[in-house]
């Protein structure tokens, strides 16, 4: 999200919100941030925050699609680049595999962070969770059947089932590298999810 001078100054106070916020939740999580934390982290009073959300909930939402926005902008940068669809996916791989210790959002991915602590007592935070997660899985779908199409992909390759195992595998291996702050755990992973790939490969074509 970046700043835009023809936004009025409230636009640009909660975009700020948002913004300083969104580090903040990926680290601590939403029960361990405060609103206090968010004032800190702001500058502004209680009544500043309030006069533009209603809740420490709408704040988490926004904060979460701002890093999830952050991720994905990086993320495409990467890959829109390239044509061939497996080498898409590999750069996926190798993003997260440059990025493991790095984040482009502090804390790590917040799509996992978000997706474990949010239950049924964050219901808004817990559907945007799910509606992340359910874009990413579709555009890997997508890019899949237009692989197919290319003749790039086999074409009896189930693609919905490939996105949630690419999408488990590579979050697991997110999850176990950053607990022990060791990127080997990720790599062993990582090399799963290339053979993963090459095994999509149409080798008739």
């Known amino acids: 999200m970046k700043a835009d001078q023809s936004l009025s100054k409230a636009e640009r106070t909660r975009n700020m919100i948002i913004e300083k916020s969104a580090a903040l939740f990926n680290q601590k999580g939403y029960s361990g941030t ?3 934390d968010i004032m800190d982290a702001t500058g502004l009073s209680k009544g500043g925050l309030y006069g533009n959300f209603s809740s420490k909930e709408e704040v988490a939402v ?3 699609l701002n890093a999830v926005e952050t991720v994905d902008n990086e993320v495409r940068m990467r890959t829109s680049v390239i044509e061939n669809t497996l080498d898409k996916l590999k750069a996926v791989v ?3 595999k440059e990025r493991i210790l790095d984040p482009p ?3 790590g991915c917040p799509i996992q962070n978000t997706s474990v602590e949010a239950d049924d007592n964050n219901p808004a935070l817990r559907d945007s969770a799910i509606a992340v997660m359910d874009s990413w899985r579709e555009r890997i779908v997508y890019t899949l ?3 197919m199409k290319r003749g790039e992909v086999k074409m009896d390759v189930d693609a919905t ?3 949630i195992r690419f999408i488990g595998t590579l979050e697991g291996g997110i999850m176990i590298a950053q607990l022990y702050k060791n990127v080997h755990f990720f790599d062993v992973l990582a090399r799963q999810l290339i053979e993963m790939i090459d095994a999509l490969r ?3 074509k």
Request: glycine share 10%; charged share 20%; aromatic share 24%.
């Open 62 to 64: 926004a904060a979460f």
């Open 145 to 147: 059947h237009k692989g």
């Open 202 to 204: 149409n080798n008739t």
């Open 94 to 96: 190798y993003f997260y």
């Open 105 to 107: 959002v502090e804390g």
């Open 161 to 163: 089932d490939f996105a």
């Open 34 to 36: 405060s609103m206090k």
